[in-house]
């Protein structure tokens, strides 16, 4: 699934979710799977989403939770965040439970227009693997991480 | 003022005394589809749930399969003055539900200010009817939308011992069915709020919200009604009139911690409080709130009576104005600006008329009115008719109340 379909639009403080019950394939740029019910998996090393929201007057913590996928043939996840192409995050995930990750965005680093701003997020997994390469199954996919929900607040009271 | 062509979102907020929020939505015309609750404190988005809880009482009310609840712990990056909570169905950007945030009670923030004016307060105290205790509790629970009431009205259907008492649910929606259905508006930001009582006849109310929806149209203005039980469908008027914001009085809140719910749910800068929506001229009242005089606070003739009875005088008249349209008032219990009604400190709570009618409840408005005067606010009593120019704001919506 490498189409690009729209962007996602964000209202600061909500959470959007991943998945068909909310996000869908909407900003879902390149590196997705078709998205379940409540959560998308990557497909591949790279997997990119594209937001807007209002221009910021404060920084912004952008937060994501969701699951890595880990089994014996696979003991760690690699996570690298880059929004709007600076690395804001890294993350080594050895334990197969729910997590919530988040990293700071400052304004210099976002790309305003029109009083808006377009986050391009993309998570590079260059530890996914294939579950069929792994004695699971026989799914093709290249899966790192399975997302469930993302959530942008600002770091301090926004006005 | 738009049609509405049916209820589409369904859903209930309530706050617990430790800031936990639980609720349910649901979309009737999706009974399969799981809603997205944004959280909503003072206008502004802090977090979201997906309603996917399993709601029993729901399903056996055929609320689909009745995975639509959530309860959440509220976060704490709410602004520090956060009032109040609200729940909004993504999808359709529908407030289905709104409440007070756990906390001091508006009535004990003006408590160390007003003790700077308490010898002139004390001049003015051996008149008072009523005896301000303070320490009133949350009002958090007063709040209901028409989830609850929903419920209610299944509990009475059933009723003890299998005998169907009346109206019961099924009866109750035939009759509200009768009126148009509407829609108020909802706005964001509200600039005004309209407080009104459901004390006249249900057809009645919708009639005079939908008249002043369109007289206001032009104000930014929210509609919410207290409803004390004494009209049995007024529970149902929401799932007619789109944006009303149906407040319940609890046994065991009193008079003045009523008002002080409602005036704290309100969210516009100018707050209206009418004993009476079906007695108040729409344009008329358009004239008191278009103006933002955070100095003065308009009462109403019942509520002139009372100071009057209690010994007071002195308080101004409304100024002169042009005159083209007679219009009736008598309906007004108080116009005035939020901050000013923060200021005043809201109504005293248990005070000693604990279960009276709000608006016959004297203690409570004549200290009102005391402590307003005390703060230096410019106090105006209306008469119960009045001539006025037309209508500002909406000339053509100008015309009497049903």
């Known amino acids: ?159 | 003022m738009k049609a509405a062509r049916a209820v589409r979102c369904l859903g209930h907020l309530d706050v617990s005394a430790d800031g936990r929020l639980d609720g349910w939505c649901c979309l009737p015309d999706q009974p399969g589809h799981r809603a997205i609750v944004d959280i909503v404190v003072d206008g502004q988005a802090v977090q979201s749930v997906i309603a996917t809880r399993l709601r029993p009482d729901l399903r056996d009310l055929g609320m689909g399969d009745g995975y639509c609840g959530f309860q959440i712990p509220l976060l704490a990056r709410q602004p520090r003055t956060a009032r109040v909570v609200e729940a909004r169905e993504r999808s359709l950007g529908f407030v289905f539900g709104r409440a007070l945030l756990p906390g001091d009670p508006v009535a004990r923030r003006a408590e160390g200010r007003l003790d700077a004016v308490a010898d002139r307060l004390a001049a003015s105290a051996a008149s008072l009817a009523l005896a301000y205790r303070g320490q009133p509790a949350s009002v958090a629970e007063s709040f209901g939308l028409l989830g609850p009431a929903l419920l209610r009205g299944h509990a009475a259907a059933v009723g003890p011992g299998g005998t169907p008492p009346v109206p019961g649910l099924a009866a109750a929606q035939r009759a509200i069915s009768r009126i148009p259905m509407a829609d108020l508006g909802q706005v964001a930001r509200p600039r005004i709020s309209i407080l009104g009582h459901a004390a006249a006849p249900v057809d009645d109310l919708a009639a005079a919200l939908r008249q002043a929806a369109a007289a206001l149209a032009g104000l930014d203005a929210e509609f919410l009604l207290l409803d004390d039980g004494s009209q049995p469908l007024a529970w149902l008027l929401s799932t007619r009139l789109r944006g009303l914001a149906l407040i319940r009085r609890q046994a065991r809140l009193d008079a003045g911690a009523f008002l002080n719910a409602g005036l704290c749910a309100a969210r516009g800068d100018q707050l209206a409080v009418l004993s009476d929506p079906t007695r108040v001229d729409a344009h008329a009242l358009a004239h008191l709130l278009a103006p933002a005089d955070p100095g003065t606070v308009h009462l109403g003739a019942t509520i002139g009576r009372h100071l009057r009875e209690a010994g007071l005088d002195g308080f101004d008249e409304p100024p002169a104005g042009e005159a083209d349209v007679e219009a009736d008032l008598a309906g007004m219990a108080c116009v005035l600006a939020r901050q000013s009604f923060h200021r005043i400190g809201g109504f005293a709570e248990r005070a000693d008329e604990q279960d009276g009618d709000v608006w016959q409840a004297a203690g409570i408005w004549v200290d009102f009115a005391l402590r307003a005067r005390a703060l230096g606010l410019q106090l105006v009593v209306w008469p119960a008719r009045r001539r006025f120019r037309e209508s500002p704001v909406a000339p053509h919506a100008a015309g009497k109340n049903p």
């Open chain 1, 1 to 159: 699934m490498d189409k690009v379909v729209d962007v996602v639009p964000y209202e600061i403080g909500m959470s959007r979710f991943f998945g068909q019950t909310d996000i869908g394939r909407a900003g879902l740029l390149h590196g997705w799977s078709d998205p379940e019910e409540a959560h998308v998996w990557n497909d591949g090393p790279e997997a990119a989403l594209r937001l807007i929201t209002r221009k910021p007057r404060t920084p912004y913590r952008l937060t994501f939770e969701g699951e890595p996928f880990l089994s014996k043939g696979c003991p760690r996840q690699d996570m690298t965040l880059f929004v709007n192409g600076l690395r804001l995050g890294f993350w080594r995930l050895t334990e197969p439970r729910p997590h919530t990750l988040s990293v700071v965005i400052e304004p210099q680093q976002m790309n305003d227009r029109n009083g808006m701003t377009t986050l391009n997020l993309v998570w590079y997994l260059p530890t996914s693997v294939r579950p069929a390469d792994v004695g699971l199954g026989s799914d093709y996919r290249e899966l790192g991480f399975c997302f469930r929900m993302l959530t942008i607040t600002a770091e301090v009271a926004d006005g």
